[in-house]
Each structure stands twice: as structure tokens, then as C-alpha cells.
């Protein structure tokens, strides 16, 4: 993985990863993961945050038979965004294009994409969402860092450690961040 720098801001950042600043304290995003499957300046982003398991899966949240082979799909809050809505995504690797993601996709459609080798299935409560220049303003105050993914990102597990093993991976810069304990004025 790599962090790009600021410059990076007004180029589509589809596929690539935004981590929380250590500043970002509190809430939703502290700490958090996001995917980015869509961005534009005209049209603002979408993303999931991918390290924020329920704890739930999906046969705790939708327990009829129809979905009986989903049951054990993880579901994760995927951000603030319409968080009462239940949806699927998939992730994959591909070798030219790097992490792809196929997100809103159906029940059935999750079914099918969970037989696939190579396939990461999850269900997600809620997306994170920017407006028209909500990402560029938050990144130039620094809030978020831009990194691409490895391939080893769908390997590694999801949930609030997958922050400090992304930053691990990036710098030995990054690494210290990774290291840092949450409130470093409690020490």
C-alpha cells in the first residue's frame, strides 16, 4: 500500500481507501477504514466503512428462509448514511485494476457471489456519504489519509484493528501513528 498525497484531492479517488486521521477522535469514522467505490468533485463520494462489524449477521437481521444461505454474512455499519437499510457488497481482486467492489447488490445477488472463490461478501447497515467537495474540505484539513489497498486487505480481519494494520503497512511514519494509544494525553 501507499499514501498519496494532497494532491491526489482532485482526482478521482474511486477504489482507493480514506483512514482516519489519529485527530478524528470520537464518532462514527474514529479509527475507521473507508472504501471508496465512487467519487467525483461534481458528484461528491460514497464508501463503506469496512472495520465496523455489528457484531450481528445477517440471519439476526433478516431471519425468514428465503435468506437462509446469507446467514452467515457479517453485517457491518457501513457509515452514517440511511442506516436503517440493510444491503450487500462484494470485493475481489483483480490483478490489472486492483480491489473492485460491487456494492447495493441484491439478496440473490449475494447468494450467487458468495459461491465464488475469491469473493468477500458483507452486509452493511449504512454508507458513508460526501457531498460536492465534503471529502476535498475534510481532506484538506487533514482529516483523512488516501492509501491504496493491497491485495492482503481482504484477508486481514475487519473490524477496528484493520486501521492500525493498514497504517502498519504504509511508512515507518505511519507505523508510529498505528502505535499511537487513542487519547495520548491520558498517558
Avoid at 444461505?69 to 453485517?75: C, G, K, M, N
Avoid at 499511537?180 to 491520558?186: C, D, F, T
Wanted: charge should be negative; aromatic fraction near 8%.
Amino acid at each position: 500500500m501507499n499514501v498519496n498525497s494532497q494532491s491526489q484531492q482532485t482526482q478521482p479517488l474511486n477504489g482507493r481507501l480514506l483512514l482516519a486521521s489519529p485527530a478524528l477522535q470520537g464518532g462514527m469514522f474514529e479509527r475507521s477504514v473507508v472504501l471508496l467505490s465512487e467519487h467525483s468533485l461534481a458528484d461528491g463520494a460514497f464508501g463503506l466503512v469496512l472495520n465496523r462489524p455489528t457484531g450481528k449477521v445477517v440471519g439476526d437481521v433478516l431471519p425468514k428462509a428465503a435468506f437462509r444461505a446469507l446467514r452467515h454474512v457479517e453485517v457491518h455499519q457501513g457509515g452514517p448514511v440511511e442506516e436503517k437499510n440493510l444491503f450487500f457488497s462484494a470485493f475481489w481482486w483483480d490483478e490489472a485494476n486492483g480491489l473492485q467492489a460491487s456494492n447495493q447488490i441484491s439478496a440473490e445477488e449475494a447468494m450467487q457471489i458468495q459461491q465464488r472463490p475469491g469473493m468477500l461478501l458483507r452486509a452493511f447497515v449504512g454508507y458513508s456519504g460526501w457531498s460536492p467537495g465534503q471529502l476535498e474540505e475534510e481532506m484538506q484539513s487533514q482529516s483523512w489519509m488516501v492509501a491504496k489497498p493491497s491485495r492482503n486487505l481482504l484477508g486481514w480481519s475487519h473490524d477496528i484493528n484493520l486501521w492500525s494494520t493498514v497504517l502498519r503497512e504504509l511508512s515507518p511514519f505511519h507505523k508510529l501513528l498505528a502505535e499511537l494509544p487513542r487519547n495520548p494525553m491520558a498517558n
